[in-house]
């Protein structure tokens, strides 16, 4: 019963946002208004519909309803609560029904917060939203449908995939979906410019903000991601540059260049059609990487299901999508030309150099991704292209950026000058120079770790020196006015690239990782640390049973930690688990996880780790998010604080750029 | 005029880096068929697919392992020294990458096997079905890909 309701509060959210992309449309071009008010109410229609759909799915599992097919696949009545929630999107069909559900709240939020935007255009944003709903209900009620059902109906379900039950799991799918999803507001908004044929300080100022919301959602969205696969996949690798990843770090690299060449195009009026085709691009890797997971392209633990049917409606879909936008492009970009002069040494320039490297980037992986399934397409040859080719083209495209990051935020707009900008870097350029090589020379630390760490310097260096230059000559009220959330924001992300590649350096550099194979009372050395093996025992679970290890971890002979690592087998699937025993800390990270029991006195293989600061892998991309949030909160975008200017579009003209 | 310059230095870097490291790093999968008509270049890394066939694992002294693959039609033995994924066991579909050595015995750098106890590598699948095509398949289970 609370299936077929789902279903149905699925097919009316169809009809909803079926409406809702028309009409819109129709009455923002005959300009009636009533047509044009459609948008809101249906927004918040289907987003209801959506929810209730969503909650009757997530009902089914809680109940444990076998007779829905896509619950028995999925679930399992020992299956612990949290985990029965987070297995509505453990597969194909609730993943298709959570993301849609997103679409529409995204869709609700725009229709609840563009109240200061004018009419036609609102209506043009929200039509555009439903029209992608349109096709991602489609897709499910056609190819996925998850309340489809099965009877009669089994006794106990098949559970969830066992790599799936972890807390990194149950966050990580929806904040993904949250940035994958949140940027259709940038597209939609773009795809609404072109077809108004204008773009305004207005328009800058509504994209602005969403663009950097959703890219902070992605952004934890795949650091959860990568925490998760360091924890649960077993062997401490935290980004396999496997293909499904690359589907959501492409986005990730478009986003970001997206929201600074909106920066470039809020504060001075250049890079229009660019940002643009940025908003566009943007939204269709999103797209691209659902068609690449779910069309079971690429087999890997992401793709659920191998049904062409899939694949081929994303596929149209995809190209509809794309394709449309692309020649709207094509026919009104030219209009949209304009903007601010600049000279070389000038903030644009820079931010123009991060455009081209974080584009050129997401480029080369996108080809690295899509390059073997070409060749496989065409019968040439079945190859892989693996971790060494990502390395070999995303860090030399990576250092520059980090090089341009230290001072570009420090460079003024439209002129600045090179002397000057030597002036104030050359003392702090000294000094991480000076700290770098007395790293290469002084520790046994290596060129690379030397580099890295003296990258990482250089970006904090720089956000220093923006703080002091903010808050030179203010004092007591006028330093908070100084001190926007922009700004403080800003400050934060780049500070967080900066621990990102501090933790990616020491981690790969100087990180330990050693196979072994132990008896109970023996012992490995590891970067001061011992690590004594004191044998198994069997430890049930809800849902498995374990074999769970004891390492004892001594450092100068004293006891430090111990660590359980298990081995696990899931009761349902019959499917064995590693989960590895991890003692984190700021600094380092001690990982320990079982192999398999070889020879006859107990001994078993394993893999004993020392991970210095793999933490700020996470904590980095933490930031980068809070930073994104907080400059969203920047007081400039709030609707209630500009209603005048966004309502009036005549006046906006005339407060163009300078 | 800057954009364009910028623009064209930076799809001209890219365009290079990426071939050198296309060049270097791509792994081409053979079957054990394939090696043993000795269509797979040795000294240079690849992947190779296949069952591993029952009875075949052999453990050596600390992490030594040892065991064949097969695509029905034939076999290759593999040595590697590890932690073997949690789905590696006998029967099962597994890919493993390294170098083929003088003796057409794979010196593997890792061995890859997924999380899916129906799940057979597309490649491996393709493997088979190719073996079974030239009609020189010995009977075997149901494979489901």
Same mark, same amino acid.
């Given at each position: 019963?609370?299936?077929?309701?789902?279903?149905?509060?699925?097919?009316?959210?169809?009809?909803?946002?079926?409406?809702?992309?028309?009409?819109?449309?129709?009455?923002?071009?005959?300009?009636?208004?009533?047509?044009?008010?459609?948008?809101?109410?249906?927004?918040?229609?289907?987003?209801?519909?959506?929810?209730?759909?969503?909650?009757?799915?997530?009902?089914?599992?809680?109940?444990?309803?076998?007779?829905?097919?896509?619950?028995?696949?999925?679930?399992?009545?020992?299956?612990?609560?949290?985990?029965?929630?987070?297995?509505?999107?453990?597969?194909?069909?609730?993943?298709?029904?959570?993301?849609?559900?997103?679409?529409?709240?995204?869709?609700?939020?725009?229709?609840?917060?563009?109240?200061?935007?004018?009419?036609?255009?609102?209506?043009?944003?929200?039509?555009?939203?439903?029209?992608?709903?349109?096709?991602?209900?489609?897709?499910?009620?056609?190819?996925?449908?998850?309340?489809?059902?099965?009877?009669?109906?089994?006794?106990?379900?098949?559970?969830?995939?066992?790599?799936?039950?972890?807390?990194?799991?149950?966050?990580?799918?929806?904040?993904?979906?949250?940035?994958?999803?949140?940027?259709?507001?940038?597209?939609?908004?773009?795809?609404?410019?072109?077809?108004?044929?204008?773009?305004?300080?207005?328009?800058?100022?509504?994209?602005?903000?969403?663009?950097?919301?959703?890219?902070?959602?992605?952004?934890?969205?795949?650091?959860?991601?990568?925490?998760?696969?360091?924890?649960?996949?077993?062997?401490?690798?935290?980004?396999?540059?496997?293909?499904?990843?690359?589907?959501?770090?492409?986005?990730?690299?478009?986003?970001?260049?997206?929201?600074?060449?909106?920066?470039?195009?809020?504060?001075?009026?250049?890079?229009?059609?660019?940002?643009?085709?940025?908003?566009?691009?943007?939204?269709?890797?999103?797209?691209?990487?659902?068609?690449?997971?779910?069309?079971?392209?690429?087999?890997?633990?992401?793709?659920?299901?191998?049904?062409?049917?899939?694949?081929?409606?994303?596929?149209?879909?995809?190209?509809?999508?794309?394709?449309?936008?692309?020649?709207?492009?094509?026919?009104?970009?030219?209009?949209?030309?304009?903007?601010?002069?600049?000279?070389?040494?000038?903030?644009?320039?820079?931010?123009?150099?991060?455009?081209?490297?974080?584009?050129?980037?997401?480029?080369?992986?996108?080809?690295?991704?899509?390059?073997?399934?070409?060749?496989?397409?065409?019968?040439?040859?079945?190859?892989?292209?693996?971790?060494?080719?990502?390395?070999?083209?995303?860090?030399?495209?990576?250092?520059?950026?980090?090089?341009?990051?230290?001072?570009?935020?420090?460079?003024?707009?439209?002129?600045?000058?090179?002397?000057?900008?030597?002036?104030?870097?050359?003392?702090?350029?000294?000094?991480?120079?000076?700290?770098?090589?007395?790293?290469?020379?002084?520790?046994?630390?290596?060129?690379?770790?030397?580099?890295?760490?003296?990258?990482?310097?250089?970006?904090?260096?720089?956000?220093?020196?923006?703080?002091?230059?903010?808050?030179?000559?203010?004092?007591?009220?006028?330093?908070?006015?100084?001190?926007?959330?922009?700004?403080?924001?800003?400050?934060?992300?780049?500070?967080?690239?900066?621990?990102?590649?501090?933790?990616?350096?020491?981690?790969?550099?100087?990180?330990?990782?050693?196979?072994?194979?132990?008896?109970?009372?023996?012992?490995?050395?590891?970067?001061?640390?011992?690590?004594?093996?004191?044998?198994?025992?069997?430890?049930?679970?809800?849902?498995?049973?374990?074999?769970?290890?004891?390492?004892?971890?001594?450092?100068?002979?004293?006891?430090?930690?111990?660590?359980?690592?298990?081995?696990?087998?899931?009761?349902?699937?019959?499917?064995?688990?590693?989960?590895?025993?991890?003692?984190?800390?700021?600094?380092?990270?001690?990982?320990?996880?079982?192999?398999?029991?070889?020879?006859?006195?107990?001994?078993?293989?394993?893999?004993?780790?020392?991970?210095?600061?793999?933490?700020?892998?996470?904590?980095?991309?933490?930031?980068?998010?809070?930073?994104?949030?907080?400059?969203?909160?920047?007081?400039?975008?709030?609707?209630?604080?500009?209603?005048?200017?966004?309502?009036?579009?005549?006046?906006?003209?005339?407060?163009?750029?300078? | 005029?800057?954009?364009?310059?910028?623009?064209?230095?930076?799809?001209? $870097? +890219? !365009?290079?880096? /990426?071939?050198? #490291?296309?060049?270097?790093?791509? *792994?081409?999968?053979?079957?054990?068929?394939? @090696?043993?008509?000795?269509?797979?270049?040795?000294?240079?890394?690849?992947?190779?697919?296949?069952?591993?066939?029952?009875?075949?694992?052999?453990?050596?002294?600390?992490?030594?392992?040892?065991?064949?693959?097969?695509?029905? $039609? +034939? !076999?290759?033995? /593999?040595?590697? #020294?590890?932690?073997?994924?949690? *789905?590696?066991?006998?029967?099962?579909?597994? @890919?493993?990458?390294?170098?083929?050595?003088?003796?057409?015995?794979?010196?593997?750098?890792?061995?890859?096997?997924?999380?899916?106890?129906?799940?057979?590598?597309?490649?491996?699948?393709?493997?088979?079905?190719?073996?079974?095509?030239?009609?020189?398949?010995?009977?075997?289970?149901?494979?489901?890909?």
């Amino acid at each position: 019963m609370i299936g077929e309701l789902g279903h149905l509060a699925l097919i009316l959210a169809f009809l909803v946002a079926s409406i809702q992309g028309v009409v819109p449309l129709l009455g923002a071009w005959r300009r009636v208004p009533a047509w044009m008010a459609v948008a809101v109410s249906a927004a918040r229609a289907q987003f209801l519909l959506m929810g209730i759909s969503y909650l009757c799915l997530t009902w089914t599992f809680v109940v444990s309803d076998f007779s829905v097919s896509y619950v028995a696949l999925n679930s399992n009545t020992a299956l612990p609560l949290v985990y029965k929630i987070s297995a509505v999107w453990g597969a194909h069909e609730g993943s298709m029904l959570l993301w849609a559900t997103v679409l529409a709240g995204w869709g609700f939020a725009v229709a609840v917060f563009s109240t200061s935007l004018h009419a036609a255009f609102r209506a043009r944003v929200l039509a555009v939203i439903a029209l992608v709903s349109v096709g991602f209900q489609l897709f499910l009620l056609l190819t996925s449908n998850p309340f489809e059902r099965l009877l009669p109906a089994p006794m106990e379900g098949r559970d969830l995939n066992p790599l799936l039950q972890d807390p990194g799991m149950a966050a990580h799918p929806p904040m993904l979906y949250m940035g994958y999803v949140g940027l259709v507001v940038p597209f939609a908004f773009a795809v609404a410019a072109l077809i108004e044929g204008r773009i305004d300080l207005a328009w800058t100022r509504w994209t602005r903000p969403w663009t950097t919301v959703a890219w902070a959602f992605l952004t934890s969205g795949i650091m959860l991601g990568s925490w998760w696969a360091y924890s649960e996949l077993g062997w401490g690798g935290w980004w396999f540059w496997d293909p499904v990843e690359n589907a959501s770090f492409m986005p990730w690299l478009v986003a970001t260049a997206l929201i600074h060449s909106l920066a470039v195009t809020e504060q001075r009026g250049a890079f229009r059609a660019w940002t643009i085709l940025l908003a566009i691009s943007g939204f269709s890797l999103s797209l691209l990487g659902a068609f690449l997971v779910r069309s079971g392209v690429l087999v890997s633990v992401h793709a659920f299901a191998t049904d062409p049917a899939r694949g081929l409606f994303i596929l149209a879909f995809l190209i509809v999508v794309i394709g449309s936008a692309l020649v709207l492009y094509a026919w009104r970009a030219a209009r949209l030309a304009g903007g601010g002069e600049f000279d070389v040494c000038s903030r644009e320039t820079f931010l123009l150099a991060n455009n081209v490297l974080l584009v050129a980037t997401s480029a080369t992986v996108l080809l690295g991704t899509l390059y073997p399934l070409l060749l496989d397409a065409l019968d040439a040859g079945k190859i892989s292209v693996g971790p060494p080719y990502f390395d070999a083209v995303f860090v030399p495209l990576m250092l520059p950026l980090a090089a341009l990051l230290g001072f570009a935020p420090l460079a003024r707009w439209k002129k600045d000058g090179w002397r000057r900008l030597w002036a104030k870097l050359r003392l702090p350029l000294l000094v991480v120079v000076l700290a770098s090589l007395a790293l290469a020379f002084g520790t046994p630390a290596s060129w690379a770790m030397a580099a890295g760490t003296g990258f990482a310097l250089w970006i904090a260096a720089g956000v220093v020196l923006g703080l002091r230059d903010r808050l030179r000559h203010r004092h007591g009220a006028s330093v908070r006015r100084a001190l926007g959330r922009g700004f403080i924001g800003m400050s934060l992300a780049h500070l967080g690239a900066g621990v990102f590649i501090a933790g990616v350096t020491w981690t790969t550099g100087a990180g330990v990782e050693r196979d072994v194979r132990l008896a109970p009372g023996e012992s490995v050395e590891v970067s001061g640390y011992s690590f004594r093996f004191d044998g198994v025992a069997v430890h049930p679970g809800p849902n498995y049973r374990a074999v769970r290890g004891t390492v004892q971890v001594l450092r100068d002979g004293e006891p430090y930690s111990v660590l359980h690592p298990e081995k696990r087998t899931y009761l349902v699937q019959e499917e064995p688990m590693t989960e590895a025993a991890v003692d984190p800390g700021f600094t380092r990270d001690l990982y320990v996880a079982l192999g398999e029991p070889v020879g006859t006195e107990g001994a078993w293989t394993m893999r004993v780790q020392y991970k210095p600061l793999v933490r700020w892998i996470w904590l980095g991309p933490l930031m980068m998010a809070i930073g994104g949030l907080l400059a969203a909160a920047d007081r400039r975008y709030r609707p209630l604080a500009r209603p005048v200017r966004a309502a009036a579009p005549a006046a906006d003209k005339a407060r163009a750029w300078g | 005029m800057i954009f364009v310059a910028l623009l064209v230095t930076g799809v001209t $870097a +890219a !365009t290079s880096l /990426v071939i050198a #490291a296309m060049g270097e790093n791509m *792994l081409y999968f053979y079957s054990p068929s394939q @090696i043993r008509a000795g269509e797979a270049p040795s000294g240079s890394s690849i992947r190779v697919g296949g069952l591993v066939v029952d009875g075949s694992v052999q453990r050596g002294e600390g992490l030594e392992i040892s065991f064949a693959l097969t695509d029905g $039609a +034939a !076999t290759v033995d /593999v040595s590697y #020294a590890g932690i073997l994924p949690d *789905l590696f066991r006998e029967g099962q579909g597994i @890919i493993a990458s390294g170098v083929l050595n003088a003796g057409a015995r794979l010196q593997a750098e890792e061995v890859l096997a997924k999380h899916d106890e129906n799940y057979m590598p597309p490649e491996v699948a393709e493997a088979m079905e190719a073996a079974k095509r030239s009609g020189a398949m010995a009977p075997h289970g149901s494979m489901r890909q």
